[in-house]
């Protein structure tokens, strides 16, 4: 999944960005308002983290709001040292989803993305599934037909994002932006060659395959 922090102040924005990487996700950063706007309504992001005081006047709240109204739903989590309730809730009425006050504990920060990734009908929102394969977004345990799979930090970020899509063809260029951030120069033969590495870890070992190639598009995980 691919995160967009909107953050000025550097220590902070690097302490997420190195966080949220730890957690598999593919990290872009901005630092002020401009270049935020920039990416927020341009690329697709899974979750967006908006700082509220920006420089150059710049106040995260009007990210938000040109971006639900550019139709964007990406959920946004506002990060901000203004908290008092009627800040709190200008925040949320511009339309972002989930409100942290700084100074934030990361431990709390890191829960609060993963449930703004779950769908509301998930049952156990940290572990996905699909068959006999299980991914676990918190411990970072796969298993299938009960036995550990062990993959690597891409590997398993790729076999997320199918998990979270499962059941629709995606293609490889839309795997490739939400699995990788923009510095990362990814060519849809690198996609090839990561669900190749992926098959052979959760599908060559057991009898029927979850990773199914859409002929000429992309790829798509069913059971
Ligand atoms: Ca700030």
Redesign the pocket.
């Known amino acids: 999944m691919r995160v967009l922090i909107i ?3 550097h220590k902070i924005a690097r302490a997420l960005q190195k966080a949220l990487q730890q957690e598999t996700y593919a990290v872009d950063v901005a630092y002020d308002g401009d270049d935020g706007y920039a990416m927020a309504t341009t690329e697709p992001y899974d979750v967006a983290i908006i ?5 150059g006047g710049y106040d995260g709240v009007d990210i938000v709001k040109a971006m639900r109204e550019a139709r964007i739903h990406t959920p946004v989590l506002f990060l901000s ?1 203004l908290d008092s309730p009627a800040q709190k809730t200008a925040g949320l009425d511009a339309g972002a989803d989930d409100y942290l006050a700084k100074p934030f504990a990361l431990a709390e920060l890191l829960a609060r993305v993963r449930a703004l990734l779950r769908r509301p009908t998930e049952q156990q929102p940290d572990i996905l599934t699909v068959g006999d394969l299980s991914l676990n977004t918190v411990t970072f345990e796969v298993f299938r037909a009960n036995k550990p799979i062990s993959l690597t930090s891409k590997e398993f970020a790729l076999l997320e994002y199918l998990l979270r899509n499962q059941g629709r063809p995606l293609s490889k260029e839309t795997i490739i932006s939400h699995v990788w951030d923009y510095d990362a120069d990814i060519l849809p033969n690198t996609v090839e060659v990561y669900v190749k590495y992926l098959r052979s870890k959760i599908d060559a070992p057991f009898d029927s395959p979850l990773i199914h190639t859409v002929r000429g598009f992309g790829y798509k995980l069913e059971a």
Do not use: G, I, S, T
Request: no cysteine; aromatic share 0%.
């Open positions: 953050e000025d102040e700082d509220r005081m920006l420089p040292a």
